[in-house]
Nanobody, 128 residues
């Protein structure tokens, strides 16, 4: 069974940076679509960034130009580099994975409902 485990969350001041990591239990980065979703307190879950098996990416408009998704196939790790963080980026961030060929632009604009694998989340807090 595929599992993913996030790390790298923490507290940072606005304008700062964090890098989230997601380690998965199998060699799935070469075949699965993977990505990040987030949920802020009292708000609906939203997509952040996705990357498919051939490296194509898609980002939510709110993070374009600030966040970068990447993967290290050799080390079974997915990353989310977050720069120029804003208080509105405060949320629990979840790593996701799915074995299907997804329409990245459509999925990242949604809530992630139906995606196959979810991590437990890592909390990011950005103070002003």
């Amino acid at each position: 069974q595929v599992q993913v485990v996030e790390s790298g969350g923490g507290s940072v001041q606005a304008g700062g940076s964090l890098r989230l990591s997601c380690i998965h239990s199998e060699y799935i980065t070469t075949t699965y679509c993977m990505g990040w979703f987030r949920q802020a307190p009292g708000k609906e879950r939203e997509g952040v960034a996705l990357i498919d098996s051939d490296g194509s990416t898609s980002y939510a408009d709110s993070v374009k130009g600030r966040f970068t998704i990447s993967k290290d196939n050799a080390n079974n790790t997915l990353y989310l580099q977050m720069n120029s963080l804003k208080p509105e980026d405060t949320a629990m961030y979840y790593c996701v994975a799915d074995s299907r060929a997804l329409a990245l632009e459509v999925v990242v604009a949604g809530t992630g409902r139906g995606l196959e694998v979810w991590g437990q989340g890592t909390l990011v807090t950005v103070s002003s």
